[in-house]
């Protein structure tokens, strides 16, 4: 599975840019995880660049969900870790990326979204207040 997100960065030297994100982890409800890719030379076919984006998430209580945040880039070969500081922003943006979807949690539980998805899988998913952390190796 692929998604693909629009993106944009001050340092790009477009300003905004297309990611294609190859799905590695889809084990709802406990993780996700993603290789992001662009399509370099226009061919259609992304090249991935080795660093995997993860969330984890372990119901802590039954209104309540850990979240892990993790960014490795240990697989980045040898060649992009030349033209790519790594890591190439601080940790504090893991931190912000998690206060950024607990925010869109609680507006989806305050318009009704987690009785949606009671439905479509049978069970209540872990929802509600978060406790976080972020690791980056």
């Known amino acids: 599975q692929m998604f693909r997100m629009a993106m944009y960065h001050a340092n790009h030297p477009n300003g905004s840019y297309e990611m ?18 662009q399509d370099i030379i ?3 076919k992304p090249q991935f660049g080795g660093w995997t984006w993860r ?13 892990t945040l993790a960014y490795d880039w240990t697989a980045v070969p040898p ?3 030349e033209h790519i500081p790594l890591p190439p922003f601080p940790v504090d943006h893991l931190t912000n990326s998690l206060r950024h979807l607990a925010e869109l949690v609680q507006q ?4 009704g979204v987690s009785a949606r998805a009671r439905r479509a ?7 509600g207040a978060f406790s976080m952390s972020s690791t980056s190796t």
């Open 108 to 111: 989806a539980l305050a318009n």
């Open 20 to 37: 294609t994100n190859r799905v590695a982890v889809f084990d709802l409800p406990r993780a996700i995880s993603w290789q992001p890719g």
């Open 79 to 81: 060649f992009l870790r």
């Open 42 to 44: 226009g061919d259609g």
């Open 55 to 67: 969330y984890d998430l372990v119901a802590a209580e039954p209104s309540r969900t850990e979240v």
């Open 121 to 127: 899988h049978g069970e209540p998913p872990p929802a």
